[in-house]
């Protein structure tokens, strides 16, 4: 069956997040007195969200209480410095303006808060993209297929019209859970080796491989 839709990841993905994610984070854990983190250890802890990212990258014996103080603080900062140092990968936006001029429908599903993913995609897609969903609080986040299912209804199509394309292990997950075909690129924060090591196949090293597996059918 012809593909028809596409839903991106976001951070990794489309767009390179890392370094506005890091000096946002260690503003927070330097504000509470915490140590702060490196980049490397930053994209380890990435994928999931702001609230994990958060529970990852304060010391381990940090309580409930100040953890989701934390997250408070990392959401309203964040919001206000994530396109300082954060853009497009080499190729993502046109990427995306030929295929919504190629007529696909074009979903951004991102475990990352609602607002902030409204301003980038906004900022660097505009009317490209055709839906973003974000963390609202209401929705369960990747891996739950969630995002997944309320594009396909969104889009009115089947599971077999669309594709998934991500960078990570919880990319990957969400696909599967969604049972989706899934693509993963390799220029976001995982590195080949480790998605074969969680069942990853189908993998795009620049924007051109991406085209061609999108296209495949």
């Given amino acids: ?6 839903l991106f ?3 990794g993905t489309l767009m390179n997040t890392l370094e506005d994610l890091t000096d946002s984070t ?9 140590p702060k983190r490196t980049i490397e250890e930053i994209r ?5 969200g702001i609230k994990k990212l958060i ?4 010391p381990s014996e940090t309580d409930e209480n100040k953890i989701n103080e934390c997250y408070e603080d990392m959401l309203e900062y964040y919001k206000d410095h994530s396109m300082i140092k954060t853009g497009p990968y080499i190729g993502t936006k046109e990427l995306i303006e030929r295929l919504h001029q190629e007529g696909y429908k074009i979903a951004v599903i991102t475990n990352k808060a609602q607002n902030s993913a409204d301003i980038i995609v906004n900022k660097f897609f505009g009317d490209s993209v055709d839906l973003v969903i974000g963390d609202n609080k209401k929705m369960p986040l990747k891996p739950n297929p969630a995002g997944i299912n309320k594009a396909l209804e969104y889009f009115n199509l089947t599971k077999e019209e669309v594709v ?3 960078d990570s292990e919880v990319d990957l997950q969400t696909g599967n859970n969604g049972e989706v075909r899934t693509i993963l690129v390799l220029w976001g924060f995982r590195d080949k080796e480790f998605l074969q090591k969680k069942g990853g196949e189908v993998f ?9 597996l999108i296209k495949l059918k």
């Fill in 55 to 58: 529970e990852r990258a304060v």
């Fill in 164 to 166: 998934y394309i991500g």
């Fill in 44 to 48: 380890s802890f990435v994928g999931n």
């Fill in 26 to 34: 260690n503003y927070i854990l330097e504000k509470n007195n915490f």
């Fill in 1 to 6: 069956m012809k593909t028809k839709g596409i």
């Fill in 9 to 11: 990841d976001l951070d």
């Fill in 204 to 212: 795009a090293n620049n924007v051109e491989e991406l085209e061609k």
